[in-house]
């Protein structure tokens, strides 16, 4: 009796975080194309495949929600972003599959962050995120020194920011093995000049 009982509310909190990831996916896949502003509570929960209560239930409001979106796609990028330290191939190939996965839904958010507040949030974290991914990437590289430190860590940041990968990808249309060459050559010519 204790184990259909057991098992029974382990198969409803399972569902239940089902529930909760699909709707925090739907919200962030929804992000991805239109503007966060025009978004609703209706278009999540119809993406999501459930009732507006059931993600007030969850969420409480739609602000709650964006926030918890925010958190959860923070989370995954930080996994999908993950490189060995040092290893610069790598990390421009990881960097570089993230773009191909999360560029263009980076770059709408970043068209809306002058006039929305809630997506200024958003993007200053990405913006923090990568300036610690590149320092934590490429510490073995990086100077000693505090000022030369910080610049060639601006510098890297640039060399491989969703900017660059926009402008070579979507600008230039160039395929993707030559846009990870462009990059890689960018964060090498950067990485030797400081051994100089």
């Known amino acids: 009796m204790k184990t259909t009982r057991t098992y029974t509310m382990t198969a409803r909190a399972e569902a239940t ?13 929804l992000a991805t194309t239109r503007l966060l502003a025009d978004i609703s509570l209706d278009d999540i929960a119809a993406e999501a495949g459930v009732s507006v209560q059931t993600v007030l239930r969850r969420f409480g409001s739609r602000a709650g929600l964006i926030e918890a979106a925010t958190l959860h796609a923070s989370q995954e990028v930080g ?29 709408l958010l970043l068209a809306q962050e002058t006039t929305d507040p809630q997506v200024r949030r958003i993007t200053d974290s990405g913006r923090r995120l990568h300036r610690d991914w590149v320092e934590t990437v490429f510490a073995p590289y990086l100077p000693d020194s505090q000022a030369a430190r910080t610049e060639l860590v601006d510098l890297l940041a640039v060399a491989t920011d969703v900017h660059t990968w926009r402008q070579l990808r979507r600008d230039r249309g160039l395929d993707r093995p030559t846009t990870t060459r ?7 010519a950067l990485l030797t000049s400081t051994k100089e």
Request: no cysteine; glycine share 10%; proline share 2%.
């Open 17 to 29: 975080e089902r529930t909760r990831v699909g709707i925090l996916d739907a919200a962030v896949q």
């Open 182 to 188: 462009r990059i890689n050559r960018l964060v090498s």
């Open 79 to 107: 996994e999908e972003r993950r490189s060995p330290v040092g290893d610069v191939g790598a990390a421009v190939d990881v960097v570089v599959d993230h773009y191909e996965l999360r560029g263009d839904g980076v770059v």
